[in-house]
């Protein structure tokens, strides 16, 4: 019987391009490119090495978003996955985390049989942490977030997994099944490979709301208790200025002086 696992990605805004439009205070997206998440890709990783470890092992990745996620999906098969679904419906448009991870959660209850979901600890477009968790709480799994280090024993029962936090780590041991989310630290994902690029096998399944069975009054913007208000560039900090002198003795007096001009001493 083969090892299933699930990995939960997200199709996001490049960051490095961001722009926002200073009258509405919303993302321009036209033009801005779509990358897959950065910790989803780590998750991702982390599940392509159970599979390149352990025979008969099903890697599935599952999303959310508008029909161009499927380029994600892709990318991810590309990488080593087996296949991809895509859920995707103008009704769990505009869904905050609550709403998503209810979308999800019905999507993987559509799946069935899984061993272990591996997600990513955030999306770089939202930060919040949240979805894996929900998810998590929701299928009622055991979960450990913010994974930096992860074995499993050769049964594929138990896992060991290192906890990064903000003043250490802890390390903990979880049976499948369950949910990990992944950090950077975790590893170094992969590259898109030729034999994945061209597999006829594998495939991207797309389904909307009524596949899934999901509850139309959970999803969606009404749905959610939750949106931005506004969103906004901080304005550009004033041009620093450049002490230069003959000894760092007098670059030194110089700042005092222009310190105390300032009143900041």
């Known amino acids: 019987m083969a090892f299933k696992i699930i990995v939960c990605a997200k199709q996001v805004p490049d960051t490095n391009e961001i722009r926002i439009n200073p009258e509405t205070g ?3 997206r036209d033009g801005v490119p779509s990358i897959l998440n950065h910790d989803d890709a780590n998750a991702l990783e982390e599940a392509l090495k159970i599979k390149d470890t352990y025979p008969d092992v099903h890697v599935t990745v599952v999303t959310m978003g508008p029909p ?4 994600m999906l892709l990318e991810c098969i590309a990488m080593g996955a087996d296949e991809g679904i895509l859920v995707s419906d103008r009704a769990v448009g505009g869904s905050d985390t609550w709403a998503t991870s209810n979308a999800i959660t019905a999507a993987i209850k559509k799946i069935g049989d899984f061993d272990l979901i591996f997600a990513g600890r955030q999306a770089i477009d ?19 977030t913010y994974v930096q280090e992860f074995k499993i024993d050769k049964d594929l029962k138990k896992i060991r997994v290192k906890r990064a936090l903000e003043d250490g780590y802890e390390e903990i041991e979880i049976e499948t099944p369950c949910m990990l989310t992944a950090i950077k630290e975790l590893n170094q994902p992969r590259y898109m490979n030729i034999k994945g690029i061209f597999d006829p096998e594998k ?16 999803v969606g913007l009404k749905a959610s208790p939750t949106n931005v208000y506004r969103s906004f560039t901080p304005k550009p900090k004033g041009k620093g200025v450049l002490l230069e002198g003959d000894s760092e003795k007098q670059i030194a007096k110089d700042l005092i002086v222009s310190l105390k001009s300032k009143h900041m001493i």
């Open 203 to 218: 495939k991207i399944t797309t389904w909307n709301a009524a596949d899934i069975e999901v509850d139309l009054t959970t």
């Open 126 to 144: 939202g930060d919040t942490a949240q979805v894996g968790p929900q998810i998590a709480e929701k299928l009622d799994l055991p979960q450990v």
């Open 68 to 71: 161009q996620a499927s380029d």
């Open 26 to 28: 919303t993302l321009i």
